[in-house]
């Protein structure tokens, strides 16, 4: 990473306390981690709409809506991978300084960078949520038709088959989807979230 030269951080004169307040909640990340067809998106997408619809503010970053714009120049090399979760982490930390609860739905299979984005969210400000299905679940849930590619050699780098995920350790919420239907886990999650903000 290139340091820059001359730059100066420059205080304001409103405090996330003061946001916070007048939103009504605190700024939480919410970071919905797992394997491609494992139901992040399908969870995130049903769960920003449910908090809207109780008044809260909250949006929700995709892992593939992001990289159509922000992370457009990234691959799937480990260093892209790393970098488009850098990213988002920065992005999310100033969402969540501004008050928001914001839904963060990347496979990032790299502990090291969950733990990077917990460190830029701040204590008290990041939940990581462990979206676990096992890997023949999401082949044959396949939505997008990405793990026949991959096993047919039309993807490399592909997580889970020909590039590694690592599951997370010691996750704020465990949502089990081949166990858990999508509206159970939509619930489990919504518990957590009014409960934390």
Known sequence: MVKRENIVWHNGKVNPEQRRGLLGQKGLVVWLTGLSGSGKSTIAVEVEKRLLEEGYWVYRLDGDNVRHG????????????DENIRRIAEVSALFADAGMITLVSFISPFRKMRQFAREKAGAGHFAEVFVRADLETCARRDPKGLYEKAKNGEISDFTGISSPYEEPEDPELLLDTTRMSVDESVEHLLDYIRIVV
């Open 70 to 81: 922000l992370n457009s120049d990234l691959g799937f090399s480990d260093a892209d991978r």
